[in-house]
């Protein structure tokens, strides 16, 4: 096995490689034929291939590119030092360049999108821009004006045939890699996270170290003991609270708030139902943005156990 990053080793190339909807496909395809590329804004959730796409036409027009994290390099010199430098320079190819800004929805509405309006302005003879975002209401109108919007939705019904699609592909890397897996086991980590496909490919991975993928590798939180979880929040204990935290985060936070809202009439008197209620919408949302999903868990069992009630 590779300790290379599979999310890397196997991310297509190519817009033809890619896992897509077939009028998203055919659009981008389109765009390569005329060699034309627009300012453009990816909207769609996790692990769709937003940053994979727009490399992939990147690389299919021969254009030069540069790739700027949002969420990490997102602060307004950083970004515009890095635009400017790169904006500044000629081609190699002798077109125009791109600049592909990743997680836009990260910069601040306020200060840096306003700033990166300008910079797709003064740099419109040289630059394109393609913004790639999970939630675009995140993003200031005058971006979105200024760019071509695509969502990376899937249709209802060519979900099963993309699924499928990904299940052919993700059994190939498994036989590439030497690791021994269960079909079943494979589709239904698929519906498990679909569409976050890079959310698959990492956890394969980090299954795979044992040399085999069974059903072992998926964790149900309908198995855990949320009852220790309640118990350990009703009596205000922080450090067996987060003890089962970092013993359960291989779950995903969402399904562990979820799980939480579905039993809360078991567990937490009706007085303090809505409060707990805006409490987990609250630190669902945020889920969406953080680094740290286990420190976001945490900070959420203790807002709980600060404000809610328990029977």
């Not at 769609?44 to 690389?59: D, E, H, P, S, Y």
């Not at 904006?87 to 360049?97: E, F, P, Q, R």
């Amino acid at each position: 096995m590779s300790d290379f990053l599979w999310v890397e080793k196997y991310r297509p190339r190519t817009v033809e490689q890619a896992i897509l909807p077939l009028s998203l496909k055919e659009t981008f395809r389109q765009i390569i034929a005329t060699g034309e590329l627009p300012n453009m804004l990816f909207t769609g959730t996790a692990g769709v291939g937003k940053t994979t796409i727009a490399r992939a036409l990147c690389n299919e027009l021969d254009l030069d590119y540069i790739l700027i994290n949002g969420s990490e390099e997102g602060n307004i010199d950083t970004l515009r030092n890095k635009v400017k430098q790169f904006a500044s320079t000629v081609s190699l190819h002798g077109s125009y360049k791109v600049v592909i800004l990743d997680e836009a929805d990260y910069l601040n509405p306020q200060s840096t999108q306003p700033a990166l309006r300008g910079f797709i302005e003064e740099f419109a003879n040289n630059c394109r821009f393609i913004l790639t975002c999970n939630f675009k209401n995140r993003i200031i109108e005058p971006l979105h004006s200024r760019c071509s919007v695509y969502e990376f939705a899937i249709p209802n019904d060519q979900k099963p045939e993309l699924a499928g699609q990904f299940f052919k592909r993700a059994t190939e890397i498994l036989q590439k890699e030497n690791v021994e897996f269960v079909p079943d086991a494979v589709a239904k980590l698929i519906t498990k996270h679909f569409p976050d496909w890079r959310r698959v490919l990492n956890e394969m991975q980090r299954y795979s170290v044992s040399g085999k993928i069974d059903a072992g590798m998926l964790v149900d939180l309908n198995d855990t003991n949320i009852k220790s979880l309640m118990t350990a929040l009703k009596a205000k204990d922080f450090k067996n609270m987060r003890q089962w935290v970092v013993n359960n985060i291989d779950t995903e936070p969402q399904a562990i708030f979820r799980k939480l809202y579905d039993s809360m009439n078991e567990y937490i008197v009706p007085q303090s139902i809505p409060q707990l209620v805006l409490i987990l919408a609250d630190y669902q949302y945020k889920n969406a943005f953080v680094a740290d999903h286990e420190l976001n868990v945490v900070a959420c069992m203790t807002e709980v156990m600060a404000n809610v009630e328990f029977k």
